[in-house]
């Protein structure tokens, strides 16, 4: 069945090869025999504001080309407007894409999801400003030492890539301290100082750390990993396990599960799907089945 859909996709994925996959993703729709829309634009607003024009006019399915942050956007937009999202994983990271069993760094066979996917739903996180704006993601937010190690990497022009939050992590580290949080889980009250608090509807960011490893994208629930007080150096120790989701035994590590949580710290700006997302506090809300993907079918 030939679909309308809209391409949008980041340049500078992929080390830069994003406009090239883009390409190759679309002539791999077309000759499908699916019409395709290129809206792409310089910046996130603008691609952004023309995709929700094109969704407005009819749209079968929305196409991110990227990595988690482009998903980022395909979600925010898929779960406001409904839209069917097929996410094409050419990022560095990936968490999303990996966690949903979606194909990685493989445009080609992502694309054919397109014609050959089937629909499955998963669940999201809202989060509403004071404006009454709603904000999403589908992955994990963070608001502890990973989301510092990300302001201050943000406010450095070079190095690029990696690198850039490695130096970041050295340089935050010999200064960060336990953070005093309030966190309300399903009404209930934590009051606690934490090395790392994450709130994550799917088990990884990062580029593959198991932060929150038995984390579902469909269970109606968002888990709440607290990392509490521990010696910098302990941390040293801990932080590295995260990659494989070993650090879950640690006594210091606590995890709860629930629909509903507010976090609340002086000084910090949490991170969703690898982008800046909002101060706190905040709250989030889990929405089951609020984003619709195009998924393999099942062997």
Known sequence: MTKRVGLVVNPTS???RGMSLGLAVAQRMRAAGHEVLDLSDETYAAARDRALGAIAQGLDVLAVVG???MVHLGVELAAETRTTLAIIAAGTGNDVARGLGLPVHDPVRAADLVTTGVPRTI???R???AHGV?????????AGF???VNERANTWPWPKGQMRYNLAVLRELPFFRAIPYLVTIDGVRHETKAMLVVVGNGPSYGGGMQVLPDAKFDDGLLDVMLLHEISTLEFLKVFPKVFKGAHVGHPAVEIIRG???TLEAEGIVAYADGERFAPLPLTVDVVPGAVTVLAPAAP
């Open 123 to 125: 669940d999201a996180a």
């Open 134 to 142: 709603r904000h999403w993601y589908v992955g994990v937010l963070g």
């Open 146 to 148: 990973d989301s510092l």
């Open 14 to 16: 992929g080390k830069n």
């Open 259 to 261: 629909r509903s949580v």
């Open 67 to 69: 990595g988690d942050g």
């Open 127 to 129: 989060h509403v400003d």
